[in-house]
């Protein structure tokens, strides 16, 4: 027993001579087995003793290869402020002018807009009117007087400029040697604004349109113009000239001068000079405008060439 004891000794102590030193260093997975014999192996068949080693990893090894990088996420999109200026959307194109060559069919255009007007809900002022208020007057008219929006008188009675503001107006008119038959009155706004919809039969409940409202009824009154192709238009008041001649500058500073006029929605036949004066309303509270107000028709009448008549 102790003889083979020795000899297994001195077989392990010649395996450790042969290897080199990091051979020896154990790794996980590789294996090797090695027996273990010496001379008088091959002549005996005695059990002999396995040992495994692990072959360590060799020294100056190359880099490990580089792992693939992962993806880098998609960016996050780019988060809007409100800053960021609206995009333009382009504007419609004008309808061509429709060319009229009699006075009924420019009426019986006319009539087709005013019934538009009578079933229009497109803003909050059609479900509180009384009455629509679409216009009348002369269809080849070539003076047209336009305001502002209908007031309590024109609510009740779906008629343009019949309370104390268009007894006045109707002065104006015949003051130019013209009769009220022989021009036609409108305004921008077709239905009665009023500081209280809710109380339709008060007095002193009238309010100048506001631009929304505006916006949605200017339709009406370019075709209207269009349709009458006159040659001269007097905007009443501030509202109704900076809404027509489409400036923001004061009623003073745009008074006292023709503007040419130019339509969003419809294209013109021919050109139609526009001149803006006080709004009649304005001037029963401010009498001293009356003058301004006359100066401002007489440079129509010059144009048209009219002369006052004799009273």
């Given at each position: 027993?102790?003889?083979?004891?020795?000899?297994?000794?001195?077989?392990?102590?010649?395996?450790?001579?042969?290897?080199?030193?990091?051979?020896?260093?154990?790794?996980?997975?590789?294996?090797?087995?090695?027996?273990?014999?010496?001379?008088?192996?091959?002549?005996?068949?005695?059990?002999?003793?396995?040992?495994?080693?692990?072959?360590?990893?060799r020294?100056?090894?190359?880099?490990?290869?580089?792992?693939?990088?992962?993806?880098?996420?998609n960016?996050?999109?780019?988060?809007?402020t409100g800053?960021?200026?609206?995009?333009?959307?382009?504007?419609?194109m004008?309808?061509?002018?429709?060319?009229?060559?009699?006075?009924?069919?420019?009426q019986?255009?006319?009539?087709?807009?005013?019934?538009?007007?009578?079933?229009?809900?497109?803003?909050?002022?059609?479900?509180?009117r009384?009455?629509?208020?679409?216009?009348e007057?002369?269809?080849?008219?070539?003076?047209?007087?336009?305001?502002?929006?209908?007031?309590?008188?024109?609510?009740?009675?779906?008629?343009?400029?019949?309370?104390?503001?268009?007894?006045?107006?109707?002065?104006?008119?015949?003051?130019?040697?013209?009769?009220?038959?022989?021009?036609?009155?409108?305004?921008?706004?077709?239905?009665?604004?009023?500081?209280?919809?809710?109380?339709?039969?008060?007095r002193?409940?009238?309010?100048?349109?506001?631009?929304?409202e505006?916006?949605?009824?200017?339709?009406?009154?370019?075709r209207?113009?269009?349709?009458?192709?006159?040659?001269?238009?007097?905007?009443?008041?501030?509202?109704?000239?900076?809404?027509?001649?489409?400036?923001?500058?004061?009623?003073?500073?745009?008074?006292?001068?023709?503007?040419?006029?130019?339509?969003?929605?419809?294209?013109?036949?021919?050109?139609?000079?526009?001149?803006?004066?006080?709004?009649?309303?304005?001037?029963?509270?401010?009498?001293?405008?009356?003058?301004?107000?006359?100066?401002?028709?007489?440079?129509?009448?010059?144009?048209?060439?009219?002369?006052?008549?004799?009273a």
């Amino acid at each position: 027993m102790k003889d083979g004891v020795r000899e297994l000794a001195a077989q392990f102590k010649a395996f450790l001579q042969s290897r080199e030193e990091d051979e020896l260093t154990p790794v996980g997975s590789a294996r090797r087995e090695r027996a273990c014999t010496d001379a008088n192996a091959s002549e005996t068949k005695q059990d002999h003793l396995t040992i495994e080693f692990a072959r360590a990893a060799r020294k100056n090894i190359p880099p490990a290869e580089e792992t693939e990088k992962p993806m880098p996420q998609n960016p996050r999109p780019p988060q809007i402020t409100g800053n960021e200026p609206a995009e333009e959307t382009e504007k419609p194109m004008p309808q061509a002018p429709v060319s009229y060559t009699t006075v009924q069919e420019k009426q019986a255009a006319l009539d087709e807009i005013a019934a538009e007007i009578g079933a229009c809900q497109r803003c909050p002022l059609g479900q509180t009117r009384l009455h629509a208020v679409p216009g009348e007057g002369n269809p080849a008219a070539q003076l047209m007087f336009i305001g502002e929006g209908p007031g309590f008188d024109e609510d009740h009675s779906g008629r343009p400029f019949v309370g104390r503001a268009g007894q006045l107006l109707d002065k104006m008119i015949a003051a130019m040697g013209l009769k009220r038959e022989q021009v036609f009155i409108g305004n921008i706004a077709k239905c009665h604004p009023m500081v209280n919809p809710a109380n339709p039969e008060a007095r002193g409940n009238d309010r100048a349109p506001n631009a929304g409202e505006i916006a949605v009824c200017r339709k009406y009154i370019e075709r209207q113009i269009a349709v009458i192709s006159p040659k001269y238009i007097v905007a009443l008041g501030g509202v109704a000239a900076k809404a027509l001649i489409s400036d923001t500058k004061s009623l003073g500073a745009l008074r006292g001068k023709f503007h040419l006029l130019h339509l969003d929605t419809v294209q013109l036949q021919t050109p139609v000079k526009i001149l803006a004066t006080y709004h009649p309303a304005a001037l029963l509270r401010n009498p001293n405008w009356k003058k301004d107000a006359w100066a401002d028709l007489q440079m129509v009448m010059a144009e048209m060439g009219l002369k006052r008549p004799h009273a």
